[in-house]
């Protein structure tokens, strides 16, 4: 009868929830079937009534339990109920709701459920947070918390609180439904991954635990903390490594810093550059952040380099790329200093301020320039036969003496300048090369890397419409080539490179004057004339300046145009002058041989009928060292001729074509090549002296020197092109 009336009175207002049988106004009625007595207290007492009946002694008890049947056991839901009570309470202490939550679990362990309540209990744990950590006040799903000590993340990772985890019956219980030993390294990858915000101190160092966590395990993650704990993806970031020397710095460069608490070693690891990459990057035009030669190049530009063995060869390549750049002044300068290396844009850029050869030329590059260095042997000037340098290999023949060419030029006249490193050994710049738009900011706190350009030296400041190369001298054998001459050889050769510049400016079209210097030492920062040489056009200035512009116009394949006029080439001090009359011829009437026809009409060659002739003018004294140029000596083709005892008093130039080292004229007659070389001696060349005969019988040359302007050829003896 009992069991059918809710006559048990419980106060939920009453700070004990076990309390003795209580009768007031605020009292509930419950039906005795809904009681439980204090022996299942932690079970149940946050959805069903508890009665603490200990009072009543044995007796009584026991006829209140056969009574009101308050000694039953739970069922698995009722337990499960009382857990998420439990979690919610906020008035208990967490260390109690802990004491109760092992008491939940042991009785779970050691009830057989039926598979519908396993069910039941692998959503509460998987869905709701009803398991205690270590941390205070904080429940968990079973995914967030581990057995074992590994890193952990508030708000998202926990440790399971140790009394849970002592409790073999309660952890053998919970691994049947999912509880870890440890997190998985993809969770901690996940978790970074998805982290905005890290929301405190605490935050930051269990977030630092968990990365160095990953990186002992060498796994990557591509977001990290910045300066304001906001995560943010690592191209993004770069380490605060290096003191600018403005204030403004930073908020000109636009840099935003990797967060301190990650250290250098830690943050590098995953990839955050350095603040000094970060401002390289950040001034990298788009276009060419990948700036390197677009070849698997180490083994041909190590062929090149051998090709160009002598040093001397390398200034007369350079001298012809200012040419065909429209320079009209070059400058070599022997830089000896031992700079400094503090304030470098990186650590490895070190090895661009070492000694090295300066060459200074007053054109600037041009975008297709910038393209066409980066490949190897195809150059923007391939297509051009204007420029003198259509049949070598240009720039790279830097390659002899250095690994890493830099320069400083000003593309297009637009912006402060450009900065532009090649590296195809990747030891410099991972991606072999780069190239910078230059800002004050940039100059102004790294003055090691662009102070070594002599921007401050009147007249050779690169960043303003002109270029000056830095070629660091090679300090030991590398797999382009072996180590470059000691400062003292390249000294002794520019000695020697000085002796025949007069004649190097002979037939160059825009180049006027050639100049070399030194820098001795540190307490110099003006570099110290040793040589310099100007040519001037002194009879028929407007006629020349009229045939060089018809020159730049397109010829049809029979046009003949011709001229002859006389230069002074002359000394810094003016002491030593000489005067040569030039006769230029262009085209011929002369059919071209078939094999050259083919090859013109097909593309393969772009040729153009050009040559000229010198002869020293002024003196009666005959010129008889006999010379071959192509608009600079060709060395070997010089020997042949004098090895042949082939008596010219006329330097001889031509458009011939060379191999890649631009010391050897091409010579099979049978092969294109040396078809069209012989053809451009015997017609173009021959012409171009018949003018210059026929120019000093005109002007009533005295008979002696007119023979003296004539070749003497012993009996059946020709110019012809041998090896």
Not at 144 to 161: A, F, S, T, W
Not at 280 to 304: A, G, H, T, W
Not at 666 to 694: F, H, P, T
Request: net charge neutral; proline share 4%; charged share 25%.
């Amino acid at each position: 009868m009992l069991q059918a009336v809710n006559f048990c009175p419980y106060n939920y207002d009453l700070p004990n929830t076990c309390k003795n049988w209580v009768y007031d106004d605020n009292a509930e009625r419950f039906f005795p079937k809904e009681v439980f007595s204090a022996e299942v207290k932690e079970l149940v007492q946050y959805i069903h009534p508890v009665y603490d009946f200990k009072q009543l002694g044995a007796n009584r008890r026991s006829f209140v339990d056969q009574t009101m049947q308050l000694y039953k056991r739970p069922t698995v839901t009722d337990v499960l109920s009382n857990l998420q009570g439990m979690v919610a309470d906020t008035s208990k202490r967490y260390e109690t709701k802990v004491a109760d939550q092992v008491a939940i679990f042991e009785f779970l362990a050691s009830h057989s459920s039926t598979q519908e309540e396993e069910s039941e209990i692998r959503k509460i744990l998987e869905e709701t947070y009803v398991l205690a950590s270590e941390t205070a006040n904080q429940f968990c799903t079973i995914g967030q918390v581990c057995i074992d000590n590994c890193p952990v993340l508030d708000g998202i990772l926990y440790k399971l609180n140790v009394f849970m985890a002592r409790n073999r019956k309660i952890s053998t219980f919970l691994r049947n439904f999912g509880l870890q030993n440890v997190f998985g390294d993809h969770m901690y990858c996940n978790i970074v991954e998805e982290l905005d915000m890290v929301s405190s101190d605490k935050h930051m160092n269990q977030l630092r635990r968990i990365l160095e966590y990953l990186r002992d395990r060498s796994i990557k993650v591509s977001k990290l903390p910045d300066e304001k704990k906001k995560m943010r993806q690592i191209m993004d970031l770069c380490l605060n490594d290096f003191e600018l020397t403005s204030s403004q710095s930073s908020k000109s460069f636009k840099l935003t810093y990797c967060h301190s608490t990650l250290s250098h070693d830690l943050a590098r690891y995953f990839g955050v550059r350095t603040k000094r990459s970060m401002i390289v990057s950040l001034n990298s035009d788009p276009m060419f952040e990948n700036f390197f030669q677009q070849e698997d190049i180490s083994k041909r530009l190590s062929r090149i380099a051998k090709s160009y063995s002598n040093p001397m060869d390398v200034f007369k390549e350079l001298i012809q790329n200012a040419d065909d750049a429209s320079a009209t002044e070059i400058h070599f300068i022997l830089d000896r200093r031992v700079l400094s290396k503090k304030r470098v844009v990186d650590d490895k850029w070190e090895k661009l301020v070492e000694p090295a050869l300066l060459v200074f030329n007053n054109a600037h590059f041009t975008s297709s320039d910038i393209k066409g260095i980066q490949a190897l042997g195809a150059g923007s000037k391939g297509d051009n036969v204007q420029k003198i340098g259509q049949f070598g290999v240009g720039f790279n023949c830097v390659y002899s003496i250095t690994d890493t060419p830099c320069f400083l030029t000003q593309v297009d006249k637009k912006g402060n300048g450009n900065f532009c490193v090649l590296d195809p050994t990747f030891q410099v710049i991972a991606g072999g090369g780069t190239k910078l738009n230059i800002e004050e900011n940039l100059l102004f706190n790294f003055p090691d890397t662009f102070g070594c350009f002599l921007r401050e030296v009147k007249g050779l400041d690169a960043t303003r419409g002109k270029t000056m190369f830095r070629l660091p001298l090679r300090q030991k054998d590398t797999k382009l080539g072996p180590k470059a001459p000691t400062l003292q050889q390249l000294r002794d050769m520019l000695n020697d490179f000085v002796l025949k510049l007069p004649e190097y400016l002979l037939f160059l079209r825009h180049i006027e004057q050639i100049k070399v210097s030194e820098i001795k030492s540190n307490l110099e920062s003006v570099p110290k004339l040793i040589a310099s040489f100007s040519k001037t056009v002194v009879s028929n200035k407007n006629q020349y300046e009229a045939y060089i512009r018809r020159q730049l116009q397109s010829l049809s394949k029979t046009d003949e145009d011709s001229l002859v006029y006389e230069v002074q080439i002359t000394s810094e001090n003016g002491k030593n002058k000489r005067n040569w009359l030039i006769s230029d011829f262009i085209g011929c009437d002369k059919p071209l041989p078939n094999m050259i026809v083919n090859a013109r009409d097909s593309g393969d060659i772009k040729v153009k009928k050009h040559a000229a002739v010198a002869l020293p003018s002024g003196s009666l004294e005959r010129h008889n060292v006999p010379a071959i140029f192509c608009y600079l000596p060709i060395e070997e083709a010089s020997a042949n001729l004098r090895k042949e005892n082939i008596d010219i008093p006329v330097v001889i130039n031509g458009q011939f074509f060379l191999d890649e080292s631009r010391r050897i004229i091409s010579v099979a007659n049978q092969e294109m090549k040396g078809c069209w070389n012989q053809y451009i001696l015997e017609n173009v060349v021959g012409r171009a002296y018949a003018k210059m005969v026929d120019h000093l019988k005109e002007n009533n040359l005295s008979f002696h020197a007119y023979l003296e302007s004539l070749p003497k050829f012993k009996p059946c003896q020709r110019i012809q092109f041998s090896m």
